[in-house]
């Protein structure tokens, strides 16, 4: 691991590590796009994995560019708890309640992707009209991450199950983290982990929430507007 | 000017390899997939056999046919020739003289696929109807994706030639690749299926009515003209893969080098292409055949990534 600040004063490594950056933001995007246009629940599963994989070797390049400690350990955890626990978490839910594997969407998937495409042009021009606040941030971060924090929203916001749900909140969430990373190169440490402790336990209480709605009226979170007291 | 005679020749001879090379393609796929099934499988030499076959026999053709059905599988396979002459196979570079760039290759296969939609409909057969209108469909969605894929590339080097594409590029490969590369490139793997011709869009093997495109426009032409047909189709498969190589892969002589320089573009060119077929076969293998009414939901995710990349290059 170089020192401290060994990336200011190479500029090559510093270009190099933009380029890192610009290409996994690239890369991000596409494992959004294979969530938006997932048909079955582990397919969407299987790439907001791949999704947390990349940001945690995103933290892993800042980190080596920055000598930050706190982002080594803030990769760590993102590959240990994003990339495997919680989709593993998710995939045993999908077993256990023996459920429909296909996605259900409110809109067709079709839709959803033109909204997508709206989305992710939408963020490019708007990121460009920020004039030097853009210019201060490395690289095509800022659009990339504002274009998936929003595409999150649009999975959460057009799927009836709540597992869905549950990966378009954790893809929004990447979304986040990875403007967090790319414009701030490292937040506070505590920040970073309270942040993932949310995600945690929004996804411990959504879990629960499901199985037990699911045990006792063998229903799930779509019907829920039909319920009637 | 000596140097313009030979990039002539290498055009040409270029061109003659693709179109060569094509059915050799097709059955390495075959070869892959039989093997990836447990079976034996034909040998890759079989769709040679196929059309030396076809050649040799006679040609039946439908009453209802016109005059100028007889002439569709020539012109098919020319407009497909020509697109060949367009991929650098061999040379990273663009030829002395114009020729015409990528979007002249795309719009020589596009008139490939409306002359061969064309002759389905002229012959009047039930099949060949649905197959044209079934392709007529899936064209506008393929079409427009591959022009912005090759513009998402172009922009970089302010050129659609592709031999100046490839010389612009170099030959660092994916250590030179831009964020836009990598979704140009997945957009063209989603694409590549559906360009040619193969699960999940459509299913090169089969004459079962529900999952036929391309086999359905064929089934008119008997004889030879089956034969160009078939040849025409293997030419199009494999200037395709050379349109992704040239786009994404570019290896070879920049300028008008010695045979060392030639026959190591073409044993790069073969790598590359071999890599590409292995792809197509596992694909091929690994799902089923969508339903039509599914295929433009997964040609929309080629869509997004290649609007993505020129966002990505533009804005």
Known sequence: MRAHGAGA?????????????????????????LIVAAGQVYRAIYAVAAQSLLIAIAGGVLAAATGNIDLWVI????????????????????????VRREVE????????????????????HLSASLGTVRQAITGNALPVGIALTLTGVLVMATRMTALTQMVGLFASENGIFFTAMAVTQGMPLIIEIGVILDVILAALVMTIMVLRVRSTVDADIADLDRLRG | MMSGEISVVIVLLDMALLVLIGPLVTG???????RLQCRQGAGVLQPYRDIRKLLRKGTVQADTASGFFRSIPVLVLAATVAAGALVPVMRAAPPVF???????????????????????????GAFGGM?????????????PVLMMVVFSTALAAGTTELGALAAHRGTSWILSW??????????????????????????????????????????????????????????????TLGL???????????????????????????????????????????????????????????FVCALTALALRIL
């Open chain 1, 75 to 98: 990769a760590g955890i993102t590959l240990v708890v994003k990339a495997i626990v919680l989709p593993s978490v998710l995939h045993w839910v999908v077993r256990r309640m023996n």
């Open chain 2, 28 to 34: 390495i796929i075959q070869k892959i997939k039989a």
């Open chain 2, 178 to 239: 831009r964020a836009a590369d990598f979704l140009g490139f997945a957009a063209m793997l989603v694409l590549l299926p559906a360009e040619t011709g193969r699960i999940p869009v459509d299913n090169p093997d089969t004459h079962l009515e529900l999952t036929m495109l391309h086999e359905g426009m064929l089934l008119e032409h008997s004889g030879p003209g089956l034969g160009c047909m078939l040849l025409a189709s293997h030419a199009r498969q494999i200037v």
């Open chain 2, 98 to 124: 114009p020729m015409g760039d990528a979007i002249m290759l795309l719009g020589l296969l596009a008139l490939a696929r409306f002359l061969t939609a064309l002759g389905a409909l002229d012959a009047g």
């Open chain 2, 131 to 143: 197959g044209a209108s079934r392709e007529m469909t899936i064209a506008p969605l393929v079409e």
């Open chain 1, 105 to 124: 969407p409110v809109i067709p998937i079709a839709a959803t992707l033109a909204l997508a495409v709206v989305i992710v042009v939408m963020s490019f």
């Open chain 2, 244 to 302: 992704v190589s040239a786009l994404f892969f570019p290896f070879g002589p920049t300028e008008s080098a010695g045979a060392m320089g030639l026959l190591l573009g073409a044993g790069a060119f073969a790598v590359k292409i071999l890599v590409l077929a292995g792809f197509l076969a596992l694909v091929e293998s690994s799902y089923a055949k969508l339903r039509l009414f599914r295929v433009p939901q997964y040609l929309g995710v080629g």
């Open chain 1, 9 to 33: 004063e190479d500029p090559v490594s510093t270009e190099m590590v933009h380029a890192i950056i610009d290409d996994i933001g690239a890369l991000l995007l596409f494992t959004m796009i």
